[in-house]
C-alpha cells in the first residue's frame, strides 16, 4: 500500500516576485529561503555578465538575462504576502 504523500514542507513555501524598474515586466518564484533564492538569481546573472554561462546552460533562466542586462540594482525583489 502507498503511503500519502507529505506536503509539509509547502507550508514554508514563498511566492515571490521579480519587477524590472524600467520595463515593469515580471518574473513570479516560489521558494523556501527567499533570501538566499534572490542570492542565486543575482548569482545567475553574474555568470552571465563574467561569460562563464548563457542561456541555455544548466540552472541559467530568462529572469537571469534580464537582471544581467539592467542590473540588480533595477530589479525590485519582493516576497508575496
Known amino acids: 500500500m502507498r503511503s500519502s504523500p507529505n506536503y509539509a514542507y509547502l ?3 514563498y511566492l515571490y516576485k521579480i519587477t524590472n524598474k ?3 515586466k515580471h518574473y513570479i518564484g ?3 529561503e527567499i533570501a538566499r533564492r534572490w542570492s542565486q538569481h543575482k548569482s545567475g546573472a553574474r555568470s552571465i555578465i ?3 554561462k548563457k ?3 544548466n540552472g541559467i ?3 537571469h538575462l534580464a537582471i544581467a542586462k ?3 540594482e533595477n530589479s525590485l525583489f519582493k ?3
Open 22 to 24: 524600467i520595463n515593469n
Open 55 to 57: 542561456m541555455g546552460d
Open 61 to 63: 533562466q530568462v529572469v
Open 70 to 72: 539592467y542590473g540588480a
Open 50 to 52: 563574467n561569460g562563464t
Open 30 to 32: 516560489q521558494a523556501v
Open 79 to 81: 516576497k508575496d504576502s
Open 11 to 13: 507550508d514554508n513555501m
